[in-house]
């Protein structure tokens, strides 16, 4: 099999034997490549790192083993009730296995759960921005400053502005030419950075995790309540807003973030409501006025800084996120940027379900 080899050597790591050793893919994340090593009788989840991405993966494996050991810590005196992503030693006691020249952890898997890419009913973005809420005000107490940034700038509009006007400027692809109509619009909304920049000086510093997409957070297969949040390769420091607007992003259009069919690409609002009543409730008694005023700001910030950096990486040439084809950056920038669009033309509407 194409993964033999590495199969073989990630199970001798772990300590898994037998005859019966596979590893496939799973999940559908842009970044990492997500695997299940399986012995017959246990299985792991087997990640190789982006090391481009994450250039020092131990700060990646020390954020996440700590966030674990404060969820436990709360799962053990009934604060916090769903399962926790928890990192395997290998039998020597390391996190991280390099292995022809690339770097792999191994998280315990967790059964009878299921992911999705796009919600299909407001009872599930309600479970699910339940589930990202309760994450949130579980590591409410949690000490933001103690966790490394494993990358600068993440949620940082005004550099991701910076970055394509580079891109524009220099065109190392020839690539602007297929895309004028995108970089104009993109231009006509940079004003949003100062708007960010101005409300971010009024709110808390958080820990967050910075990737809310629906596809982060396990529902149970048996009960479809929620069964963990999962995908804490972006836990730092940062603002709730930017938690809530990611939720909008990923859960309120009924498409694809790369599904070409843009006149489909718009907020439902019963899926909007569903997550207001999900996320605020359960960080209600943390939140302060001016964050819960901030979340119809990160609502239009997300689908646009999402929508402007895959336009970057479409002009650079495809280097960060995984590509299925030349214009699949380029067509999940038109696709993000219609949902923003539509956020823009309701957000009158939008404001009034937050504040009800």
Known sequence: MEYRSIAEHLAEQYGLSGEEISMKPIGSGHINTTMLLTDGSRSLVVQKLNTIVFPNPEHLVDNAR?????????????????????????????????????????????????????????????????????????????????????????????MRIEKLEQLIANDPHGRSKSCVDEIAFCQSQFALAQEVKAVEATLPLRVCHNDTKINNMLFNSETDKARAVIDLDTCMPGYWLYDFGDMVRTFCSPEQEDSTNLSNVVVRIDIFEAIVNGYISAVADKLTEAEKQSFILGAKVMPLMIG?????????????????????????????????????????QLSAIINT
């Open 66 to 158: 700590l966030i674990e050991q404060h969820l436990v810590s709360k799962l053990q005196v009934g604060l916090y009730g769903l399962g926790i992503i928890k990192h395997v030693a290998t039998t020597c006691d390391n996190y991280l296995v390099e292995y022809q020249g690339e770097v792999w952890r191994a998280l315990e898997f967790i059964g009878k759960s299921y992911s999705e890419d796009v919600v299909d009913c407001a009872i599930k973005a309600q479970t699910a921005a339940g589930a990202f809420g309760g994450f949130a005000n579980a590591l409410n107490d949690f000490d933001a400053k103690r966790l490394n940034t494993v990358i600068p700038d993440f949620h940082n509009l005004g």
């Open 308 to 348: 402007i950096r895959f336009l970057t990486d479409y002009l650079d040439g495809d280097n960060y996120f995984a590509v299925k084809h030349d214009s699949h950056n380029l067509e999940r920038a038109r696709n993000q940027f219609a949902l923003y669009k539509d956020i823009v033309n309701k957000e009158a």
